[in-house]
Every structure is written in C-alpha cells, then in structure tokens.
C-alpha cells in the first residue's frame, strides 16, 4: 500500500513541535504551495542535511523567508540557510540526529509536490 499524502505530510510534524495542531495542516500546505511553485530541486546531502533550489526572485525569497520564520518559531530545532547562486536561491536545512525522519518527511513532501503531484 503506497504511503498517502497526508501520512507523508505528519511525519514532518513532530510532536516537539509548539505550532497548535489546528494550524499544522495549514504550515504543510504553505509549503507544498512553495514547492509546487518554485522547487526546482531537492539533494540530500546527509541523515542531517537537506538542500532545496527554488526560483530566484524576490517574491520567491520573501515567501520562502516568512515561511522559514515561522517555522522557527515552533520548531526550533530546524536550523535553515539561505544562499544565492546564479538563478537559484539555495535552501539548506539541518537537523539534529534526533530528528532526521522530521527531514525525511519534509524530503518527501518537496519531491512530491516537486514532481507535479496533487496539491
């Protein structure tokens, strides 16, 4: 049986997370609209680490940088970087170990809003 959306999308929701249950589901979405949008590509570069390419452009940047913000706010263990190269804004994303599957799901929800999958 193939793994839903929706169980792909909680195992990037931790329990450590402070964001109200309520407002998690609308935090997935926010991303999967930034990945339908403008991920362009997605490299594991470790258990701990995650680079995401999106668009450059300044509305792609503001959008992905209050997403990020919020996003550390409540879960704090998340540490992200941006980085310019070319035509491509960089999105790092580190873990501690104790949190690789949180990367692991936030990995497959880009891939498959990435790969053109229902929104």
């Not at 931790?14 to 998690?24: D, E, M, N, S």
């Not at 190269?85 to 690789?100: N, Q, R, S, T, Y």
């Amino acid at each position: 049986m193939a793994t839903t959306e929706t169980e792909t999308d909680r195992a990037w929701a931790p329990q450590a997370c402070t964001l109200p249950t309520a407002r998690q589901p609308l935090r997935i979405a926010e991303f999967g609209a930034l990945f339908a949008t403008a991920l362009t590509g997605v490299h594991r570069a470790g258990g701990t680490s995650l680079r995401l390419e999106l668009e450059a452009g300044a509305e792609v940047e503001a959008t992905a940088r209050d997403l990020i913000a919020g996003e550390s706010r409540c879960c704090s263990f998340f540490a992200f970087t941006f980085s310019h190269a070319e035509d491509v804004l960089h999105l790092d994303v580190e873990v501690p170990p104790a949190h690789a599957d949180v990367l692991d799901g936030l990995e497959a929800h880009a891939r498959s809003r990435m790969s053109g999958a229902d929104t």
